[in-house]
């Protein structure tokens, strides 16, 4: 197992980055491939106990920042450190590869290089998330922000046996983010996409809504790039955003600062719970090729965790099992596939 | 000043409603008209001190059900509570009205009977929500599910109007929701609108993402009735979960009980904070009347202030003024409102 490593991508570029190769080598086994400007990653792999036999530098001459505009940027800077992660994974030197770099970018370079897995009509990134009970996955989080119901109907696909085999759960419960629970609820787009669902032979049951993403009452909820965007972000602010506010009101007296101290336990687990580097990264799914994307802000414990994933995704052969199931709707003729 | 309250809506109908409208009615003074079973409020009423100036019953015959399919539902129940209380609207006797029923039944109720302000197209549901830095509008959150640019802009000029006069900042600040910072960014509707709000004269600070929305950063979110309302919903949930993720974690040991015991002053703040019966009602901007439609789980404390909220509005001459804007608008050939 060779793991590819953007180590040039994330708000904290190489530091983060190798710091979060180095333990998943250290912990798992695998062999990385730290993708990047080769001095910059020397400097920081000397910070660290590492086996050459595990770890290994290809040099990327050019870098896309977090702010470029992603299509362009993969076009115009062949010679970046994303395009050659991704390359090694499509000349089959390396099996899977992880990126905490522009997420834009990721998905771009990894569509153009890599192609979809046959019958896959477009990608879409999916998120484990935290919720009241245990992790859910959400897909689609901002591949495709104007999304077909056939392209929704596919997600479904992917998010199944991407739960099934990497979440470990039986059977998983799929839904539908809408903003009623009835079946005549929403867009023209949702409205399509419950009908295939519905016939589609999955476990799905039926829309959720906002107040039931963090619920934890489906393993795995579809939705188009937008919206799905806006929900994860919207979470993603709300662990920061309690714990301002309670730190605020703790230290309003000494009572209070007291009580926050015996209630640290507590606090902490919320933390833990709802801290995205426990989950690891977000799979670009239908891609052919293995693409893990890490949040821009991880941590060297979320990048480790996210490597972890990119095993998984390897040793549970989870794109062979979605190409075979993509192929098997496609036969029965069940996917309208236009486009 | 005299308000209308469909006394039969919401998830506790009468009991509720009635609690509510006596409590602005002795709070404030304004007169009100319970709009509904005859028998039921007269029994509900029993219950409390009330003045007969103040307060009368009108008879409604039927109701519409929180499940039931809006518009066929209004226009089958003519003489429901919803109607009535809109009726009473539009022929003079009431001047705003207060609602905890079916949202979509009220919309098409409210569009149906008193029809839309002068120049506006579409009517925009906008909620008020706190954040970590007071409270803040979002509007549309799921009047208008299939919105065009014109349409967000029109919101955004209502929005500047009632955050100006009802939740009183000077100069509010405007954003649109999006997947990203950049003007480049989101679906064709949102690069179309942000290009009509830089236009506009109106305060607008660009893009906000999902993570901004709880910040505080913009007096006025601006989005599409489905983003809208899949996000109201996920903030609403928050409190809820965290509370009981809290109290799980709490109830663990005897020293994180003692700590909460302490910490009872946070925590009253958190759930006081997130308490959307502090913010009051929803109002229906753009029709032709004044419509609040407050949650279907409202308290009576709730009622009482979506109360208020319609008082504010006469008050303020709300509608008015925004007629007044978007004429002016009009005039200047701003809006290229086609449909």
């Known amino acids: 197992m060779r793991i590819a490593i953007d180590a040039m991508g994330g708000d904290c570029g190489p530091q983060v980055m190798v710091d979060g190769a180095v333990r998943a080598a250290n912990d798992f086994g695998y062999e990385i491939a730290l993708v990047g400007d080769n001095d910059v990653i020397c400097l920081e792999l000397e910070k660290y106990r590492w086996s050459k036999e595990l770890i290994t530098v290809h040099h990327a001459s050019q870098v896309v920042g977090m702010e470029e505009q992603p299509a362009q940027a993969v076009r115009r800077k062949r010679g970046s450190s994303i395009n050659v992660a991704v390359n090694l994974v499509k000349e089959g030197r390396c099996e899977a590869l992880v990126t905490a770099g522009n997420t834009g970018a990721a998905v771009a370079s990894a569509t153009l290089i890599l192609g979809l897995l046959p019958g896959v009509k477009r990608p879409g990134i999916a998120i484990v998330f935290p919720t009241l009970y245990g992790i859910s996955l959400l897909i689609d989080v ?5 999304p077909r119901p056939e392209h929704l109907l596919q997600y479904a696909i992917m998010g199944n046996i991407y739960v099934k085999y990497i ?5 998983p419960s799929i839904s539908l983010l809408n903003i009623g629970k009835e079946e005549s609820k929403g867009t023209e787009l949702l409205r399509e996409t419950y009908k295939l669902l519905t016939d ?13 993403v963090f619920s934890g009452r489906s393993d795995c909820i579809i939705c188009g790039g937008f919206i ?7 979470l993603e602010s709300i662990a920061e955003t309690t714990t301002a506010f309670f ?18 336990p507590a606090f902490l687990a919320l933390q833990k719970g709802t801290d995205y580097s426990e989950c690891g990264g977000a799979p670009l799914l239908g891609v052919d090729g293995i ?5 821009g802000g991880s941590t060297a414990k979320a990048i480790r965790n996210a490597i972890k994933v990119a095993g998984g995704f390897v040793n549970y ?3 062979q099992r979605i190409a075979g199931e993509i192929g098997k709707w496609e036969r029965r003729g069940l996917l309208k596939l236009s486009a």
């Open 291 to 295: 693409c893990i994307i890490a949040h």
């Open 228 to 234: 799905g965007n806006v929900v994860l972000k919207v």
């Open 317 to 319: 052969k989870v794109n």
């Open 167 to 171: 979440l470990r759960k039986q059977n």
């Open 247 to 264: 730190r605020r009101e703790l230290e309003k007296s000494i009572l209070t600062r007291l009580g926050a101290w015996f209630c640290r």
């Open 200 to 212: 589609s032979g999955l476990n799905f049951i039926g829309n959720v809504e906002g107040r039931d």
């Open 142 to 146: 901002g591949a495709n922000i104007d």
